[in-house]
């Protein structure tokens, strides 16, 4: 059963365009991390929100954890080509990363010079 | 640098043949390590948690005879794909949480497994 719905599967947007990624689920988590992972290559962590409502920036992604930590999102702002890559949500029950972690479906986002 | 390593980075066997591949965490200790599967462009499906000195905990789905993980050390976490047919090949990818103030999970770079 996937826990976490992340929308959209597929976005493919010219350079310098804004996008939004959101993860939902019904389920309440802990903490919500964000991955970014290239093609043959482990997921990269980008961020971890823990507090409902938490808002966190890093650089031109601005990460956004719900109110009742049941959805995220991830706002990119002046998309690069560099941003290319597939975008994954993550959530967690325990108190620590050592805990198993329900991941989205994962965005593909191609961003085009 | 990496603070988890995953070895190979790619592997090619004959159907039948069984094909191990280690993560290994480079600068902590690691108690739990999780063994994930991917497909192109699909998430991570988490196979089984590996634990130090116990038997891994398998998810629902997974067959513990096919894929066997032996966590021997600290620091160390085998998956062995055992009797490998080609529609194991996938991508394989290990994590580690690296303990501390500032606790992270940490990938290793992942093993593209293809089974002819």
């Known amino acids: 059963t996937q826990l976490l719905e992340q929308s959209p599967q597929f976005l493919s947007i010219q350079e310098g365009e804004n996008l939004t990624v959101y993860c939902n689920s019904s389920s309440v988590f802990s903490s919500l991390q964000w991955y970014r992972q290239e093609p043959g290559e482990g997921p990269v962590l980008l961020v971890t929100?823990?507090?409902?409502?938490e808002v966190k920036k890093l650089k031109r992604l601005t990460f956004q954890f719900g109110d009742a930590r049941k959805d995220s999102s991830l706002h990119i702002t002046a998309a690069q080509p560099g941003d290319t890559g597939l975008y994954l949500c993550?959530?967690?029950?325990?108190?620590?990363?050592?805990?198993?972690?329900?991941f989205g479906e994962g965005t593909q986002l191609t961003v085009n010079p | 640098g990496a603070v988890v390593s995953q070895h190979p980075s790619w592997v090619i066997c004959k159907s039948g043949t069984s094909v191990k591949i280690e993560c290994r965490s480079l600068?902590?200790?690691?108690?739990?390590m999780f063994w994930y599967r991917q497909f192109p462009k699909q998430s991570l499906m988490l196979m089984a948690t590996?634990?130090?000195?116990?038997?891994?905990?398998?998810e629902q789905g997974v067959e513990k005879d096919k894929f066997l993980i032996n966590h021997a050390s600290l620091t160390l976490s085998t998956l062995t794909v055992t009797s490998a047919h080609p529609e194991d090949s996938s991508f394989y990818i290990c994590?580690?949480?690296?303990?501390?103030?500032?606790?992270?999970?940490?990938f290793g770079s992942g093993t593209q497994l293809s089974v002819l």
């Open positions: 929100v823990v507090t409902g409502g």
């Open positions: 600068d902590f200790q690691a108690t739990t």
């Open positions: 994590s580690a949480p690296r303990p501390g103030i500032n606790e992270k999970l940490f």
């Open positions: 993550a959530g967690g029950r325990g108190k620590t990363s050592g805990s198993r972690l329900t």
């Open positions: 590996s634990n130090e000195g116990s038997k891994a905990t398998y």
